[in-house]
């Protein structure tokens, strides 16, 4: 009786912080959700916990399959790393959200095995009407924390099934996995230790990829680490002790720049001997007190210096041909046909209505490709002024203009080698620029604006328009020997109004989407409103929809946007299209319409960020093209 009190007791506390916390009983998914980066980065900074964890997880799975459970580990915030179970009921929690990246605390979902176990730190057994939300009585979750070896919780192990199964051995068997996985997180920490300690110096050089060594005030090498010598193409033995001149150029010069206190970084240069490439070098000097004894020289390959810009500026492609929604034959057959050439390297020409998804197609098809791993480099021709579109394209070298960085700057083709480049809005490619892009896509090499050597370059071009270029071509706005050159592969995403059939299902699916982005309910949208939506015409296509949609979700399934009238139903749900916005700073209110506010506030989002359009995007999340199109349309000057 007195542990039955006492479990009693845990679950009125958990039910009474549920409460404190807000959490709507009446809720389905998690009120926090990570995704992309995020989880990849929780998983990386979980990843001793989730090494240890895995080979419990599917020992303790084996004894369970097929009996209607799954097994999930959660971090210490109670943010799930793995999942693994029965299928069935896999796609019950998925259909809940209950997914890696989903936040199982009480904060974020209510009482619960694993935001319990946390809260407690114990181990807890929680099943049906003892979850704090409604969705949840179906399930009996038991959970015990996991912790290291100063004590502290560093994850749950969760065992979860039908309410039906519940058994009290259940919590038992979690409970002896989680001290399994708690020995295996000493023993590793142990090992770590003893290796750190051995090998400390020796890895901290050589797991370096870029080449070190160190010169001493004689001007000879004393420390060399294995890339350096690999690059070299040389034994250790053969180059310690040797002289550094034949290696690194202006030796004098750099030890003279150093001497003066002047710094020497990250400049573009050739090594001696029969070292090729470029490489950009960086000295530090190394001191005794106020004397210089030596200098560490750290040299990069500027390929790999690009490979670095293109991963960490976010030169990938995200979506692919599973994240394209529709069911329509015209979709259907645009995805099938994308897919077969996808692995091609010819040159493809999407054309389409503004709004249809080039880009997600374009992504797509890269990701498909052989070329997956390597850089997508979006480029929106329409975007970048006349000026500066060819040093944009093909890059510069240095001195090539005032205010050009001195050591130059590799263009988008460059960034691109490997990978794809897709030139958005190619119909809006000046003609002088059109000329030079022929050349390269011909001889697949690139000169930088003010150099003379020529790169080789080994790109896919996936170019994209919503103008007809045919027709461009004869007004001679376009030229025809380009016209030809792109549009070897033609691929025509269809638009909104040629697949009204799909409208249901991405109803549905930005319903979904904008109600999780905008932590609110699923509204319910009326028949009226879902039958103007199909007779609209959508000439914004899947944008417009989108955009449509999340407005709906803020107006609790009505809109304040007015589609067509002569496609409107008399009885659709409207509220007021002007919206109240804060006036300066006196607080005053005024109404504007939608369009002046997006405007004003990209502007303010422009100054915050002081034109990165890269980081206005991630601010008002939408993709960089669709900034520009805003841009443009509404004459913002950046």
């Known amino acids: 009786m007195k542990e039955e009190s006492l479990y009693k007791n845990i679950i009125e506390r958990s039910h009474k912080r549920s409460e404190e916390y807000g959490v709507e009983k009446d809720r389905i998914i998690s009120k926090k959700i990570i995704k992309g980066i995020e989880i990849q980065e929780n998983i990386e900074k979980n990843k001793l916990l989730i090494n240890a964890a895995i080979e419990d997880m599917n020992t303790l799975y084996s004894f369970l399959k097929d009996t209607g459970f799954v097994i999930i580990l959660t971090d210490k915030d109670g943010c799930i790393l793995s999942v693994i179970g029965d299928k069935d009921i896999l796609n019950e929690g998925q259909n809940m959200d209950m997914i890696v990246g989903a936040y199982m605390n009480e904060e974020s979902i209510g009482s619960n095995a694993m935001g319990t176990a946390i809260k407690e730190n114990i181990p807890v057994q929680i099943t049906a009407k003892e979850h704090f939300i409604t969705a949840y009585h179906k399930w009996t979750c038991s959970a015990a924390p996991i912790h290291n070896e100063k004590g502290k919780i560093i994850g749950t192990l969760n065992l979860t099934g039908e309410s039906k199964n519940v ?172 897919k077969a050439i996808s692995k091609s390297p010819s040159t493809v020409l999407i054309n389409g209505e503004s709004g249809t998804g080039k880009e997600l197609m374009a992504q797509s098809i890269h990701n498909e490709s052989d070329r997956a791993h390597n850089s997508f480099i979006a480029v929106n021709c329409g975007a970048i002024p006349n000026n500066l579109i060819e040093s944009e394209l093909f890059g510069y070298a240095e001195g090539a203009f005032t205010g050009a960085k001195k050591s130059g700057c590799p263009g988008k083709f460059e960034l691109a080698n490997k990978g794809t480049l897709f030139l958005d809005e190619i119909g809006e490619m000046p003609l002088h620029m059109q000329v030079k892009l022929l050349r390269v896509l011909q001889e697949n090499v690139v000169t930088r604006v003010g150099a003379s050597e020529a790169i080789d370059i080994d790109v896919r071009i996936i170019a994209a328009t919503n103008k007809n270029l045919k027709e461009e071509v004869k007004k001679g706005s376009f030229r025809e020997d380009l016209f030809y050159r792109l549009n070897v592969i033609p691929i025509i995403v269809p638009s909104l109004r040629e697949r009204k059939e799909d409208i249901p299902i991405l109803l549905r699916y930005y319903l979904r989407n904008k109600a999780i982005k905008l932590n609110k309910h699923i509204p319910k949208v009326s028949e009226s409103l879902k039958k103007s939506m199909i007779d609209y015409d959508w000439p914004g296509n899947i944008r417009e929809l989108e955009n449509f949609i999340e407005n709906v979700v803020n107006f609790q399934g009505k809109t304040s946007y007015k589609l067509d009238k002569e496609n409107r139903n008399e009885n659709e749900e409207i509220v007021d299209s002007h919206i109240v916005c804060e006036k300066n700073n006196n607080k005053s209110l005024d109404f504007v319409s939608l369009e002046v506010l997006e405007t004003e506030y990209i502007k303010k989002c422009l100054i915050e960020y002081k034109g990165n359009i890269s980081k206005v995007s991630k601010k008002l999340e939408i993709s960089r093209n669709t900034l520009y199109t805003k841009i443009k349309k509404y004459n913002i000057d950046i």
């Open 167 to 338: 058994h009290p051995h259940s919590l038992g068997l979690v409970v002896a996995a989680v001290k399994s996985i708690e020995n295996k997180l000493r023993i590793n920490s142990t090992e770590i230790k003893m290796i750190e300690a051995y090998e400390y110096i020796n890895a901290v050089i050589d797991s370096v990829k870029d080449g070190i060594y160190v010169v001493g005030r004689d001007g000879r090498v004393k420390t060399i680490n294995k890339a350096a010598l690999a690059l070299f193409g040389v034994r250790e033995d053969f180059i310690l002790n040797k002289r550094v001149d034949d290696i690194l150029p202006n030796w004098e010069v750099i030890m003279k720049t150093l001497e003066k206190g002047n710094v020497y970084e990250d400049e573009e240069a050739n090594l001696k001997g029969n070292i090729k490439g470029t490489f950009h070098l960086s000295v530090t000097p190394i001191f005794d007190g106020k004397v210089m004894i030596g200098i560490v020289v750290t040299f990069k390959e500027l390929e790999n210096i690009l490979t670095l810009v293109k991963h960490y500026s976010g030169y990938s492609a995200r979506y692919t041909f599973d994240d394209i929604v529709g069911e329509s034959k015209a979709i259907k057959e645009v995805i099938e046909f994308s």
